[in-house]
């Protein structure tokens, strides 16, 4: 993956498809769950802006950890919201892991800001510590967790009454 | 391991399987049944460097292509071409030389899948020229008859084995140094090759699932039908001491097969192959029907051998014969493309790869192609699991995926065309590397060319990307140049058949 990487940044083409290949299911889970209907716009941008700096990127290792910055500024840019709306602060947090699969993520998802979807993404798909979340984010940590804490609250009682 | 990927078989597409999850990050174990990994590119323990039958890759190729892509370096030997030695009935070569230039000069048609080769080669070459070409493919075929196989199916492997013979290579000390490569890709990525360990369908893993053994044996872990026409294939492996002027292959198409023997010297290719600098070792394959026993099938190799080796009997230090059943890859015949072999996705996260599977390519190409797209699909598989379920998800389709590359690419264009309803059949592709469904990503000589095809409501629109790598100092005054000069010829008819037949050069 790394070879890859330093081939990608020295522009050869081979190398750069190889890397969409690679990125591309995730880039594209990250992006649909923020930005919904335009996730595959917001999947493109974040490509296209990735492969074009590539070569500003020091460490290839670092890979996932920019592009998953990219991926959240795209998708948030996409749906016209870059802030969260505040919250008061979650009293208990519960396990999302256990969902059952039958409910409809989708539509929990819609009911939410696209800074909290993008908090609970980070949060619950990339296994981000709070701190991690809104540092991607540009956020202050408070104002993650109470997103979050909305996000959360949605997704618990769509399941509680389906 | 974390819910690790399991990959059942060790073989090229088994290593790729697991060198292509690891790289994406997945633990993944391999369970191989025999006590060393490698499959069918091993060539058995008796002798090193003599692998099973001969194997020759191509540089446009699959295998060479992902093998490029991942930086895995191994050697690749041109073939050699003095001295082949044609035996046939009227003991001139002139037909065979005749058709294979006027098969050249052919426009870059598709053949079609309906008819037979034969068929449709006497149409296309005349009777006597098709009888020859239907046997030569016996070359590549491995089969007793390939002009009873798809046109389309014999015609693409005719065009590339014997109108781009400037693309073949062997691999340099043996299928086995390619399988090292792999082994050590796949362990210093993370994997863990389990030896000695045959699954049965009690022992079959839970979660994301690669069988990538043979069709059969697929077959039985998975407990289902799983089949596809293959081969039966006569081998002979003889190792001589040293003796004349011997000629590197020995083509032999006389009229009484249907098919051809086809006989290479190995250590033409690479002297030091056996490890003694002047042992000479010869690899001979035949196709042979299912009513033919292995012993006439070695005597007719025999016959030919004697016919074009002076003395080879008497030099003789070891030989050795098989007949190899369903294990030269999947044949399609008449009616039939690889979509319709056996598909890669079995359900329940389950997976087959392998040379007789659903993925386009020649011979272990097949089995690279079906072992990277099985991967991604039980990557894809296993974020299902570890992720909570249900989340939405897009895929980048083959469009978008060339708009990106063209953004990114200073100077490249980006064209695409509506086809109603398919009309235009030449333009229809048959990818040779698993870059995705319906699309075609490749460099020649500086130049970079993708195709996409998405289909679309009443046919299909096909999006190409050109683009020319320039040396640095040149590179951005010059590509925007080309790119302005480029966008006003685009359109034309002439630049479109000028893509067609490079791709099929
Ligand atoms: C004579 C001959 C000539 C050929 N020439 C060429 C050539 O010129 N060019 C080319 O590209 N290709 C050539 N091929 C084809 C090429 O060798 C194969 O396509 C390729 O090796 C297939 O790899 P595979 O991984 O799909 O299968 P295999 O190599 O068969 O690997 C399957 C593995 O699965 C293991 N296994 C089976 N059952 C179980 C089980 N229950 N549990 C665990 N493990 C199991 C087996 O031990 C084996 O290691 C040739 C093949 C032959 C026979």
């Not at chain 2, 369908?201 to 053994?213: N, R």
């Not at chain 2, 039966?232 to 003796?243: S, Y």
Request: charged fraction near 25%; include cysteine; charge should be neutral.
């Amino acid at each position: 993956m790394e070879d890859q990487v330093t081939a990608a940044q020295r522009g050869d083409p081979l190398a750069m498809d190889a890397l969409l290949t690679e990125l591309a299911p995730w880039v594209g889970r990250l992006c649909s769950a923020i930005a919904l209907s335009r996730g595959e716009d917001a999947m493109q941008e974040t490509l296209i802006l990735v492969l074009r700096n590539l070569p500003t990127l020091r460490e290839p290792a670092a890979l996932r950890a920019w592009v998953r910055r990219i991926a959240v500024r795209q998708s948030l840019r996409m749906t016209g919201d870059a802030r969260v709306v505040s919250v008061p602060d979650p009293p208990e947090v519960p396990v999302l892991q256990d969902l059952d699969t039958v409910m409809d993520v989708r539509e929990t998802l819609m009911r939410l800001s696209p800074s909290q979807r993008a908090v609970l993404v980070l949060r619950d798909l990339e296994d981000l510590s709070e701190q991690e979340a809104a540092e991607v984010m540009d956020l202050p940590e408070g104002t993650v967790k109470s997103g979050l804490h909305r996000a959360r609250k949605s997704f618990r009682q769509r399941w509680e009454e389906g | 391991m974390d819910r690790p990927i399991h990959v059942v078989g060790g073989g090229i597409a088994g290593l790729v399987a697991a060198i292509t999850a690891a790289e994406a990050g997945a633990p993944v174990v391999v369970h191989e049944a025999s006590g060393r990994a490698g499959g069918r590119a091993l060539g058995g323990t008796e002798r090193a460097g003599v692998n099973l039958g001969p194997h020759v890759v191509f540089t446009d190729g699959a295998l060479v292509r992902w093998l490029r892509s991942h930086h895995i370096d191994v050697g690749l030997r041109g073939p050699v071409v003095r001295g082949v030695r044609v035996l046939d009935d009227s003991g001139s070569h002139l037909p065979l030389v005749e058709s294979a230039r006027l098969a050249a000069t052919l426009p870059p048609q598709r053949a079609p899948v309906d008819d037979s080769f034969r068929a449709w080669a006497e149409q296309a070459f005349g009777p006597t020229r098709a009888a020859l070409m239907c046997r030569l493919a016996g070359l590549f075929t491995f089969h007793d008859d390939p002009g009873a196989l798809s046109a389309r199916f014999v015609w693409d492997r005719f065009r590339r084995t014997f109108l781009g013979a400037d693309r073949v290579r062997w691999v340099a000390g043996g299928w086995s140094t390619l399988v090292d490569a792999l082994i050590e890709r796949a362990l210093a990525r993370g994997a863990r090759i389990d030896l000695d360990d045959r699954l049965t369908p009690g022992t079959l893993p839970e979660g994301p699932t690669i069988v990538a053994t043979k069709l059969s044996a697929a077959a039985r872990l998975l407990e289902r039908r799983l089949d596809w026409p293959g081969t039966r294939t006569a081998l002979l492996d003889v190792v001589t001491a040293p003796g004349g002027n011997w000629p590197s292959i020995v083509a032999d198409v006389r009229a009484d097969l249907a098919t051809c023997c086809m006989i290479e010297r190995e250590t033409a290719v690479e002297p030091g192959l056996l490890g003694h600098d002047r042992y000479e070792l010869f690899q001979a394959h035949l196709g042979v029907g299912p009513g033919i026993a292995f012993d006439p099938a070695v005597a007719r190799i025999e016959d030919a051998l004697d016919r074009a080796v002076d003395g080879w009997r008497e030099r003789v230090v070891w030989r050795r014969g098989h007949l190899l059943v369903d294990s030269t890859g999947a044949v399609d015949p008449p009616g039939t493309t690889w979509r319709d072999r056996p598909g890669i996705d079995q359900g329940d996260d389950r997976f087959v790869a392998g040379d007789a599977v659903a993925a386009p390519g020649l011979l272990s190409e097949v089995a690279v192609n079906s072992a990277v797209r099985a991967t991604h699909m039980a990557l894809e598989a296993r974020r299902r699991q570890v992720f909570a379920p249900g989340w939405p998800s897009v895929d980048l389709s083959p469009e978008r995926r060339l708009a990106v590359l063209a953004a990114a690419l200073p100077g490249a264009s980006l064209e695409s065309v509506e086809l109603r309803g398919g009309s235009d059949r030449g333009r229809e592709i048959e990818p040779v590397d698993e870059t995705g469904p319906g699309y075609l990503l490749g460099v020649r000589a500086g130049v970079v060319r993708g195709t996409a095809v998405t289909p679309s409501p009443d046919g299909s629109r096909v999006t190409t990307l050109a683009w020319v790598r320039w040396p640095e100092p040149v590179a951005r005054p010059l590509n925007r140049l080309y790119s302005t000069l480029r966008a006003s010829v685009f359109g034309s008819s002439a630049w479109r058949y000028a893509l067609g037949r490079r791709r099929f050069r």
